[in-house]
């Protein structure tokens, strides 16, 4: 499968595909200032923990090339990959890619080669992701079986990375072996992006996809339908244990019930050394709108509070296995 162009940087410029406007509009944006950046991944213009990453890392290059040459150059710089950081707490490759940009940054003589080594780094990262998706994907399909039947939950797809994916990306590679039969997709809630991107992905790709509502999919779990759970993770912990997009610790206990495996694909890039459980991971709770209105529409009272947490955490001992561009961990 050719990879979807989520992020690409194009004359001096990071070009986004906008995935707030998928699957009715396909339209690019270009971030040419830092804050630009900012905004586009606070409001989920780009989304995925390996494209946040990569993206963060043009941010790099983007806040030295918008920086002055003079003496305040590296401490500008510096401010502008802490507003970047500032952005999505729970994805660990944001700051594994902009501690990555710093170390180049601290030891780059002058913005000239900043920028330059910077821009190499960047370009890295993607072309690195890219070689991890089509490799999990390889590792991933070994694991399943002809005509098999799939479920998977939010979008860990191209759109999420540079452009295969994780979890999509070993549903790409068993299609393309002629082994799926049928790719069941969460809508995802609050921001549908199961139905929205997923579901757009899988079409754009030639997949069978169905899609559901996430309540819907423990009993779908157990009529025995379903194969084999693939889903993705923003953060792997030392144990084992994985923060993924709200729903996916609903899926996993589903699936332990009905005795279905549950595959976590996510590069070695989302595994975090430094917190040692998923007790340690930051979970990102979004804004009352996202839940409150549905198109146009208001859905809740006014006095009616929301708990709204973008993530939760799926325990070590419900994952069947780990899926990396390095092999499988079980």
Request: proline content about 5%; hydrophobic content about 45%; glycine content about 8%.
């Amino acid at each position: 499968m050719e990879p979807i162009p989520t992020l690409r940087w194009v004359d001096g410029s990071l070009r986004l595909l906008d995935q707030r406007l998928l699957p009715d509009e396909e339209r690019y944006v270009d971030c040419s200032r830092v804050e630009e950046l900012v905004r586009a991944i606070k409001t989920l213009t780009v989304r995925g923990a390996p494209a946040i990453g990569i993206a963060a890392a043009y941010g790099a290059v983007i806040a030295a090339m918008t920086a002055d040459d003079d003496g305040s150059f590296p401490d500008r710089v510096s401010a502008d990959l802490d507003a970047l950081e500032s952005t999505r707490p729970t994805a660990v490759n944001l700051f594994i890619c902009i501690r990555r940009q710093r170390e180049i940054l601290q030891r780059a003589e002058g913005k000239d080669e900043a920028v330059e080594l910077l821009l190499e780094q960047a370009n890295r990262f993607l072309e690195e992701d890219l070689e991890s998706s089509r490799a999990m994907g390889r590792f991933g399909a070994d694991l399943l079986e002809p005509d098999s039947v799939l479920l998977t939950h939010c979008n860990a797809g191209g759109l999420a990375t540079a452009g295969l994916g994780t979890a999509l990306a070993v549903i790409y590679e068993a299609s393309d072996r002629g082994w799926v039969s049928q790719v069941y997709v969460d809508e995802t809630r609050p921001l549908l992006q199961g139905a929205r991107l997923t579901a757009w992905e899988l079409c754009r790709a030639g997949v069978p996809v169905r899609v559901l509502p996430d309540s819907a999919a423990p009993s779908l779990l157990r009529s025995g339908t379903v194969d084999a759970v693939l889903v993705g993770a923003d953060r792997v912990a030392v144990n084992g244990d994985v923060a993924n997009k709200i729903g996916t610790y609903t899926l996993a206990l589903a699936a332990m019930k009905a005795e279905v495996p549950f595959y976590v694909v996510a590069p070695l890039s989302s595994f975090d050394p430094e917190t040692q459980d998923g007790g340690g991971i930051e979970i990102e709770h979004r804004g009352r709108e996202e839940l409150e209105l549905l198109g146009d529409r208001k859905v809740l009272p006014d006095r009616a509070e929301v708990y709204n947490p973008a993530f939760d955490v799926t325990p070590s001992d419900m994952v069947t296995a780990l899926i990396t561009e390095r092999g499988i961990l079980k």
